[in-house]
């Protein structure tokens, strides 16, 4: 059996093994009566407050902080102390030196073989963290005011544009007016077209309220009904796919494929009776964009007695060599299929 001696040099090893403990932890650590008074804490609590032991102990918020800073620090205390619920705090300090600082407090209730509560809390400086928040916030502030005047640019050349074209294709209209042989008058209403195509796009992106982020499904539907808004034929459309985004200079090419193809229909006399179908698929897969345009009415049959020969596959041809991709006419050209390898991003929450 241990005598007194013995049970006191105990005493004394513990107590040694105790400060050692908490002053291990690099955090600043302190503990506090019922009364708000700091009664344990390590090393890096002193230092972090830049005051000697000696004046901590019994000591408590308002004799080293402002009022309103320690109001709050004894609110957060009374109510783990009432509740026994942590509570973890982000709060702003300044201490007797002047120095500022943003503090993360956890704090826990604990309790003695008597029942008395305490309150065991750690502090966690993130006055660097919020600068370089604060200072990456100025930043995204800065780079979104850039992206809005690129935008704002971006937009106002559609519009010039969309008027410059509108011109030319006024021009055009009044050329038609004056010419009566049939080549030249065909060659003139389908660059027409084509302006007319041009003009839609440049209106679509014009009124776009975010250039990043237009889906190329919602894009294509759009400009199928804006071209097929006054039509007397009946043309079935649909389009289905990922919501993919995609830059404007591949997002242009593809609607004027678009485009092209629904003027083709609208513009063949011989179809005026046929029920016409197109269906536009959208996939990604691979680190290639597909988009594949499927019609019950061959490509050829468009061309059939025209003037000029393949005037819609040329075309096509030409805007796919924008994308830099590639193109396919299968089942005797009822399908047609663009692959282009592009960066591609999804709406948000696709997945």
């Not at 005051?51 to 402002?66: C, I, N, Q, T, W």
């Not at 005026?272 to 019609?295: C, Q």
């Not at 005797?332 to 591609?344: A, D, L, P």
């Amino acid at each position: 059996m241990k005598d007194s001696q013995d049970i006191l040099h105990d005493k004394q090893q513990f107590e040694v093994l105790y400060r050692n403990i908490i002053n291990s932890v690099p955090n600043p650590l302190f503990i506090k009566d019922d009364k708000h008074r700091w009664i344990v804490f390590n090393d890096a609590f002193c230092n972090f407050l830049g005051v000697e032991r000696s004046e901590l102990f019994g000591k408590s918020d308002y004799e080293f902080f402002a009022k309103h800073q320690a109001d709050v620090f004894w609110e957060k205390d009374d109510i783990v102390l009432k509740t026994g619920k942590s509570n973890v705090n982000e709060e702003e300090i300044t201490t007797d030196r002047g120095e500022h600082f943003t503090i993360l407090t956890s704090k826990v209730r604990i309790n003695d073989e008597k029942g008395n509560f305490y309150i065991l809390g750690t502090i966690t400086d993130i006055t660097e963290m919020k600068f370089e928040e604060s200072q990456l916030e100025k930043k995204n502030i800065q780079i979104n005011a850039q992206k809005n005047e690129i935008h704002g640019l971006i937009k106002e050349t559609h519009r010039q544009t969309e008027q410059n074209l509108q011109i030319i294709s006024d021009l055009i209209k009044s050329l038609t007016n004056k010419i009566t042989e049939k080549k030249s008058l065909q060659l003139l209403n389908g660059l027409n077209d084509w302006v007319s195509s041009m003009i839609s796009l440049h209106q679509f992106f014009f009124k776009s309220l975010n250039l990043d982020s237009i889906s190329l499904v919602e894009y294509f539907k759009t400009l199928g009904a804006h071209t097929l808004k006054d039509s007397n034929k009946s043309i079935s459309f649909n389009v289905e796919g990922k919501p993919v985004v995609l830059p404007l200079s591949v997002m242009i090419p593809l609607g004027l494929m678009v485009n092209e193809l629904l003027l083709s229909y609208l513009n063949k006399d011989e179809l005026k009776d046929n029920e016409i179908a197109l269906d536009i698929d959208v996939n990604y897969a691979t680190k290639r964009l597909e988009v594949i345009f499927s019609s019950n009415i061959p490509i050829n049959e468009l061309e059939k007695n025209s003037e000029y020969e393949f005037r819609t596959e040329d075309l096509m041809k030409i805007l796919v060599d924008q994308i830099d991709g590639s193109i396919e006419f299968s089942d005797f050209g009822r399908k047609i299929m663009v692959s282009t390898k592009q960066v591609v991003s999804f709406e948000k929450g696709y997945f």
